[in-house]
């Protein structure tokens, strides 16, 4: 928990990236109910504090107050999905790219630990448990980025997708199996590009840029086709 006696702006911050992390693991999902006492009881530290995280929270989109129920995690907007997936896959294609000269032999192999896990959940599809990890694969490779305000970027991009990438591997059907697919591709451009002394991270970038914009597009084309039937 939070140290009671530490400044409380630093409460504050800390209390932030505790509810954000929360939000962004889907522990707290759309539509939550933030409640100032529990949360300040969880945390052991006094309401102030939390309730400046939550007005932080309010500021990035994060939560929305409604009328006789207070503080809430926001519900996500689906039109919101295409500028932020947009913007995460640049994100992480750049991190990744930088990534490059430092991704080690364990790294790689950690990545394909987590595909053969995704790779897993398929036959008994578990969303919320496939998104995780398909967190945490894509983390593999670019967590070495030596470019911490990309990271912290990337960090709060994803926050965004809160419960829509559930949605999304839930009702796009193939999606998830496709996605595994394509991180073996991911795996093996990036284990060539670093090994070759003229391996170039643009066309890493290129390849993990491609990767969200199919899952992108894959959203876009199973919307379009709902809405003209």
Not at 87 to 104: D, S, W
Not at 108 to 120: I, M, P, W
């Amino acid at each position: 928990m939070i140290d009671s006696g530490a400044p409380e702006t630093s409460k504050a911050q800390r209390a932030y990236t505790w509810l954000a992390g929360k939000i962004a693991d889907g522990s707290y999902p759309p539509g939550y109910r933030l409640v100032l006492a529990a949360l300040a009881n969880e945390l052991e530290i006094s309401v102030a504090p939390v309730r400046e995280a939550i007005r932080m929270l309010e500021a990035e989109g994060l939560v929305r107050y409604a009328k006789n129920v207070g503080a809430q995690v926001a519900m996500p907007d689906p039109a919101e999905y295409v500028d932020v997936m947009q913007t995460l896959g640049a994100l992480e294609g750049i991190a990744t790219g930088l990534a490059l000269p430092l991704i080690t032999d364990d790294d790689l192999d950690h990545a394909r630990e987590l595909n053969a896990a995704l790779q897993r959940t398929l036959d008994d599809f578990d969303p919320p448990e496939f998104t995780r990890l398909n967190l945490q694969f894509h983390e593999a490779l670019f967590h070495r980025c030596p470019n911490r305000h990309l990271l912290d970027l990337i960090r709060r991009t994803r926050t965004r997708l809160a419960g829509l990438r559930d949605s999304t591997f839930s009702f796009v059907p193939g999606r998830a199996r496709r996605s595994v697919a394509e991180h073996e591709k991911l795996i093996t451009a990036i284990s060539a590009a670093r090994d070759d002394p003229k391996g170039s991270s643009a066309a890493v970038e290129a390849a993990v840029r491609e990767h969200r914009d199919a899952t992108l597009r894959a959203f876009l084309d199973h919307s379009n086709g709902k809405a003209a039937r």
